[in-house]
């Protein structure tokens, strides 16, 4: 079994391991059709991948705070499919402005803005996705697309190259609540269920996209540290909807 080094994306308390997605990665699942997500970005640290997020305004990205605990200097890349390459499609932009929310803490409030320097120039690879446009309950057993770039095995495999993606399904809030406990807020907190053969998040997709219905309803934030595959330890998203009143102020100053 793989055991990640101590890094500061660990949390480990009270026995009960949580990892944060650090290193956006899919396990399983099947390569996204190119461009077939154009707001997808790749959040990248000297070329090398370290989170995922979503373009929601021309000049604003939506990913998870704790994709820079380090306090990086990250490059926004979009219009991404194979990472390893420079393709022409792709649209790299240094980041102005880092907006994590101010009571992220732990693994709590786990959610992060970043203002671009230059407006993204929007096209067919290139597009913003749009938010819910107010809070609501998000039910249980619908199925919602994750996707990302980066390890496809949680035991150390070389990351993927392309944009992959696979299916998970929410669950209700009591059964995330039994199992993670205190860890666990329903108010700004949804989980998944997922198929151990059909894939899902693994030691990655932080920042990345929980998608039902079209909408992005979470942020990718943490998984249990030992076993990403572990069905009876569903996968956990920072909702999305919850924090629009906050993501609609700061994006207006």
């Keep these: 079994m793989w055991h990640p080094k101590p890094s500061p994306n660990l949390f480990i308390k009270n026995k009960k391991k949580l990892f944060w997605a650090s290193e956006s990665s899919i396990v399983g699942g099947r390569v996204a059709k190119p461009h077939s997500r154009p707001y997808m970005a790749s959040l990248q640290v000297e070329e090398r991948h370290i989170c995922g997020g979503i373009l929601i305004r021309p000049d604003f990205v939506l990913t998870a705070a704790h994709c820079n605990k380090l306090s990086f200097i990250i490059t926004v890349v979009l219009g991404a499919h194979n990472i390893s390459k420079k393709e022409k499609s792709?649209?790299?932009?240094?980041?102005?402005?880092?907006?994590?929310?101010?009571?992220?803490?732990?693994?709590?409030?786990?959610?992060?803005?970043?203002?671009?320097?230059?407006?993204?120039?929007?096209?067919k690879y290139v597009r913003t996705i749009g938010l819910s446009k107010k809070e609501g309950k998000i039910p249980a057993h619908v199925n919602c697309a994750v996707a990302g770039w980066g390890k496809t095995a949680y035991d150390g495999q070389d990351p993927s190259e392309v944009l992959k993606e696979a299916v998970e399904k929410t669950q209700f809030d009591f059964e995330c609540k039994r199992i993670w406990q205190k860890y666990f807020?329903?108010?700004?907190?949804?989980?998944?269920?997922?198929?151990?053969?059909?894939?899902?998040?693994?030691?990655?997709?932080?920042?990345?996209?929980?998608?039902?219905?079209?909408?992005?309803q979470g942020i990718t934030a943490f998984l249990y540290k030992d076993d990403c595959s572990k069905p009876n330890f569903p996968h956990v998203f920072t909702k999305i909807n919850f924090f629009l009143p906050w993501i609609k102020t700061m994006m207006q100053g």
């Design 90 to 123: 792709q649209q790299r932009i240094q980041v102005a402005k880092y907006i994590p929310h101010p009571k992220f803490e732990g693994h709590h409030y786990d959610i992060m803005l970043l203002k671009l320097k230059n407006n993204a120039t929007l096209n």
């Design 185 to 216: 807020n329903s108010t700004h907190m949804v989980c998944t269920k997922f198929d151990k053969k059909k894939g899902g998040i693994c030691q990655g997709d932080s920042g990345g996209p929980l998608i039902c219905n079209s909408k992005p």
